[in-house]
Nanobody, 122 residues
Framework: QLQASGGGLVQPGGSLRLSCTAS????????VAWFRQTPGNERRFVAA????????EYADSVKGRFTLSRDNAKNTAYLQMNNLKPEDTAIYYC?????????????????WGQGTQVTVSS
């Protein structure tokens, strides 16, 4: 199971770090992804990293601002979000897969955590 946390209210230009902790499994043997969803819309890809390496892929809208990393000792993956914009407001979900993948398609990911709300507003 995955547990996402770290969301909150932040002003434009601010930063947040989301965490995704795995229980009953190991992050180091899983590909990990973050998606986000706004009301009435499908979950959209934010970032992902294969379990085989630490090279992450990002949606164009977050490149240069967001960084996905993992701490295998803590069984946790992180999404560092800098220079946040109002359009980043969404519920953020972490996902994992035993496959080596960075697919931007939500149905490619087998395990999901509950969402954490991120609100960017002045």
């Amino acid at each position: 199971q995955l547990q996402a946390s770290g969301g909150g209210l932040v002003q434009p230009g601010g930063s947040l770090r989301l965490s995704c902790t795995a229980s009953g499994g190991t992050i180091d043997r899983s590909s990990v992804a973050w998606f986000r969803q706004t009301p009435g819309n499908e979950r959209r890809f934010v970032a992902a990293v294969r379990w085989r390496n630490s090279i992450a892929e990002y949606a164009d809208s977050v490149k240069g601002r967001f960084t996905l990393s993992r701490d295998n000792a803590k069984n946790t993956a992180y999404l560092q979000m800098n220079n946040l914009k109002p359009e980043d407001t969404a519920i953020y979900y972490c996902a994992a897969s035993i496959m080596s993948t960075t697919s931007p398609r939500a149905h490619a990911w087998g395990s999901w955590g509950q969402g954490t709300q991120v609100t960017v507003s002045s």
